[in-house]
Structure formats: C-alpha cells, structure tokens
C-alpha cells in the first residue's frame, strides 16, 4: 500500500487549525435561570456557566474558579476565569447576548453557557 505525502502535508495546516481551538462565538437567549440551574447543566469541569438577563451577564463560576472582569470596553467585557491550575476567557457582548470562548457550549435550551478550560 503506498500513502501520497502531499495528502498528508494538505491535511496537516487543517489539523493545526483545529487543534489551536478557534474560539467559538454562542448565542445566549435571554433568561431569568437561576445560578444553580444553570451551573447544574453544565458538564463535569466545567470553570462557569454563563447566563443573560435583561442585558446583564451572569457568571456561576465553579468553586475555588475566580472570575475577573474587564469592562473598558463598554461592546464587549473580558471575562477571565482561573482556578486548580487551570484559564479560559471569554468576551462577553450583552447586547447582543453572545459569548466568545475557546470551550463554549450551550445547555438548557439556550438559557445558558457552559465554559471549559482552555
């Protein structure tokens, strides 16, 4: 069986680009889920579950993850989360409801966010 290298070597800067994780961008759907609903979606390992409501983030984030907030900019907040050794950031757009993240995931009928570690 011969294998054609240049095959390999097409696949190899796609493999890369999903490797590096692309941040994902997410809409949120607006909700009044409580913290504790909204972290109970989430997966195991999971740093913080993100929800909206009226505009505002909402941030559940696990115990023992810090959460810090940058909100010069007044479009989009910096959220960065970090614990156990372990980061993920995320740009929050309240206006919009959409969140940016490396590991960014959906639960509860689109009520909320689950954010993993990078």
Do not use: W, Y
């Not at 909700?31 to 999971?46: H, L, V």
């Not at 579950?49 to 907040?77: K, T």
């Not at 740009?91 to 689109?110: E, F």
């Amino acid at each position: 069986m011969k294998i054609d290298i240049r095959s390999f070597a097409l696949l190899l800067p796609l493999v890369a680009l999903g490797a590096t994780g692309t941040p994902a961008t997410v809409t949120v759907q607006a909700s009044n889920i409580s913290f504790r609903d909204a972290f109970a979606a989430c997966p195991a390992g999971t740093m913080a579950s993100m929800s909206f409501s009226l505009s505002h983030l909402r941030i559940a984030p696990a115990p023992g993850v810090e959460s810090d907030i940058d909100d010069a900019n007044p479009n989009a907040q910096v959220i960065m989360l970090t614990g156990e050794g372990k980061a993920a950031t995320v740009t929050a757009n309240a206006a919009k409801h959409t969140l940016t993240a490396k590991h960014v995931t959906l639960v509860s009928a689109r009520r909320a966010a689950c954010i993993a570690p990078e």
